[in-house]
């Protein structure tokens, strides 16, 4: 069963399960430090940044894990990093235990670099 329609992105923050607040808090954190400009919206009932109009980036929440999810490419040029901390990288996405401490610095580099891809050459997803 798919997880109810959130209202808002802070309604989406308000119904996570306690193992997910932590990561998803942080992340949050991290984006706004990141992607200053952007604005938060909900994309597929999930919590992404947008700017003009463009999502950089999205959060998503699971039971065990969560997800910071760009556009392919950006994992892909960097998925050597995310495996040198520990972390899976998937088809767009760097995948985050709960179990597991956020590798902050990773994922603050990784939102910069979407952001000045973005504001170097106006790439959508």
Same mark, same amino acid.
């Given at each position: ?7 808002? !992105?802070?309604? =989406? ?5 306690? #193992? ?6 942080? @992340? $949050?954190?991290? +984006? ?21 109009? !463009?999502?950089? =980036? ?5 039971? #065990? ?6 556009? @392919? $490419?950006?994992? +892909? ?31 603050? #580099? ?16």
């Amino acid at each position: 069963m798919p997880p109810a329609k959130r209202a808002s !992105v802070d309604d =989406f923050y308000a119904c996570l399960p306690e #193992a997910a607040r932590p990561h998803l808090a942080e @992340l $949050r954190e991290l +984006g706004r430090a990141g992607a200053p400009q952007a604005a938060e919206e909900l994309k597929w009932n999930q919590p992404a940044f947008v700017q003009d109009g !463009v999502m950089l =980036f999205m959060l998503q929440a699971f039971k #065990a894990h969560c997800s910071l999810r760009f556009p @392919l $490419r950006i994992v +892909g040029d960097h998925k050597a990093e995310i495996e040198a901390v520990g972390c899976e990288a998937g088809e767009g996405f760097l995948k985050l235990p709960y179990k597991r401490p956020v590798p902050a610095d990773l994922c603050l #580099a990784l939102i910069r670099h979407r952001v000045e891809e973005f504001e170097a050459t106006g790439a959508k997803w």
